[in-house]
């Protein structure tokens, strides 16, 4: 479990614990990880560092799956699924996007990897081909809505550039900007409208 000192990787190693799973959690700080749940598998606490290789390495021999929440994915690339896949492992990454599938796809070779285990993109590309394969026919258009309320990690602090202003208050990674838009109210067609989900 790679950034399980982030917001994610913290709430997935619970869960893989509670479940039974031995996991090695991989952080920059691993004192500073919480414990194992009660009635849990162990958590091994692990330090590493994804820009070194060597402890990178390390760290991913002798797993069976190298679940990655480290971000942001943009910047780290294929690199953690290599490594996995070096030492024989399966990859699962929280995050994902057509970049980062053509570069896992190019360094798993035979081993599995699963992408985008988030909800956004994650359940956002499962949902609609599992309902377009319920169609009698491919559909030739989707439209869906997405809103979220979810908190994330902030990024490492070595990531972190000042923001410009009229930029949101959450840190942002160095030669990126992100805006802040107050949430709208969405809303559905009305029934009968010629406007449906799945066309």
Known sequence: MLGAGGAVG???TARLAT???PVRAGARKPAELPPAPPGGSPVDRVPVDIDDPATLHRFCDGCAVVVNCAGPAVRIGARVAAAATATGADYVDAA???ALAE????VCGDRRAVLSAGLSPGLSELLPRYLAGCLPAPPHRLTGWHASRDRFAPPPRSTISPRP????A???ARGATAR???PRPLRSPPPGSRSSPIR
């Open 19 to 21: 479940a039974g799973h």
């Open 96 to 98: 994902g996007d057509a």
């Open 10 to 12: 913290r709430v997935v």
């Open 165 to 168: 202003p009229g930029t949101s």
């Open 170 to 172: 959450w840190p942002v």
């Open 103 to 106: 570069a896992v796809g190019e």
């Open 180 to 182: 802040w838009s107050p």
